[in-house]
């Protein structure tokens, strides 16, 4: 079985969240999934690091394009890190934002 899928030597080149979800559900539902975990992902890391007030049409917009996006970062995240690399984004930006929260408490409270 050259290349087909299940083949042990493709599920070995998966990235590591993508070969989990793929032991944890049924091949079918693998794709929409993943596709889920780096849209969810995305938008955490869009919303934490480059969202700004805008009307909510723009919002629609803008959520539209990264839903688009999304959907080719999905056959990327089959064998590259991009899921791993969004959970690391998203947890740089929350670290972030706490620590801003904090001097700005304290800011505020002087």
């Given at each position: 079985m050259?290349?087909t899928?299940g083949?042990?030597?493709?599920?070995?080149a998966m990235?590591?969240v993508v070969?989990m979800?793929?032991?944890?559900t049924s091949s079918?539902?693998t794709g929409?999934?993943l596709?889920a975990?780096?849209?969810?992902?995305?938008?955490?890391?869009?919303k934490l690091g480059f969202?700004?007030?805008i009307k909510?049409?723009?919002?629609?917009?803008v959520?539209?394009?990264?839903?688009?996006g999304c959907?080719?970062l999905?056959?990327?995240?089959i064998?590259?890190?991009?899921?791993?690399g969004?959970?690391v984004a998203?947890?740089?930006?929350?670290?972030?934002?706490?620590?801003r929260?904090n001097?700005?408490?304290?800011?505020?409270?002087?």
């Amino acid at each position: 079985m050259n290349g087909t899928i299940g083949d042990a030597e493709t599920i070995e080149a998966m990235s590591p969240v993508v070969r989990m979800i793929y032991e944890m559900t049924s091949s079918s539902m693998t794709g929409i999934l993943l596709f889920a975990v780096v849209f969810i992902l995305s938008a955490i890391v869009y919303k934490l690091g480059f969202a700004r007030k805008i009307k909510f049409w723009q919002n629609v917009v803008v959520y539209s394009f990264l839903f688009l996006g999304c959907i080719i970062l999905t056959f990327f995240a089959i064998f590259l890190p991009i899921v791993e690399g969004l959970i690391v984004a998203a947890l740089i930006l929350i670290i972030y934002r706490v620590r801003r929260m904090n001097e700005h408490k304290e800011n505020s409270t002087v």
